[in-house]
């Protein structure tokens, strides 16, 4: 079940409000000027899944977000476990284009600074965040990563993140403690 939760920066342990229906999740983070959906892929692969089998699996659905959001660069977040090897997304970071964060199986946190509040997503299989480029956001994935998203860019510049240097994002509830 997909999750939101909004913080004040001022109470990080203490949620102001908690939605759990796709339809109060979008229109909440709309308000804000992101958008979310739900939406059933069919697809069936697992996170830690070889990247070749992942990309021939989502192939279609890849496709299909590349053309829809005018994507030109995505990356893959495939994680079963530790591997400290990736880059920590825990840190509050932004790119500079447009991101299409798309979960293809498992779950992941995606916190959002925007204005004067915090607003975590639990996401799921089948959800799709659009972020703005610019939005200071992180994502958390527990100390048991099982996450599966493709995350699309709107410029091969994008892909980059850039560390804002904020580390208060590690202050408010993980995936763990929600």
């Not at 920066?9 to 992101?34: C, R």
């Not at 997503?121 to 610019?134: M, N, Q, S, T």
């Not at 939005?135 to 091969?156: I, M, N, Q």
Request: glycine content about 8%; overall charge negative; aromatic content about 6%.
């Amino acid at each position: 079940m997909s999750i939101l939760s909004v913080f004040h920066p001022s109470s990080p342990e203490l949620p102001n409000k908690v939605l759990t229906h796709h339809d109060d999740i979008a229109a909440t983070l709309a308000e804000q000027g992101v958008r979310f959906v739900h939406t059933d892929t069919g697809l069936s692969v697992r996170p830690g899944t070889a990247q070749e089998q992942v990309l021939e699996t989502c192939r279609e659905y890849l496709d299909q977000l590349m053309t829809s959001h005018g994507s030109k660069a995505f990356v893959l977040l495939n994680r079963e476990g530790d591997d400290p090897v990736q880059a920590d997304v825990r840190d509050e970071h932004v790119h500079d284009a447009d991101e299409v964060f798309a979960v293809v199986s498992g779950r992941a946190q995606v916190g959002l600074r925007l204005g004067d509040w915090v607003f975590s997503l639990l996401c799921e299989k089948g959800d799709r965040l659009v972020l703005p480029a610019g939005t200071r956001r992180w994502v958390e994935l527990g100390d048991k990563p099982f996450c599966l998203a493709l995350r699309l860019y709107g410029s091969e510049q994008g892909v980059q993140a850039r560390f804002t240097g904020d580390v208060t994002a590690r202050a408010f509830l993980g995936i763990d403690e929600l």
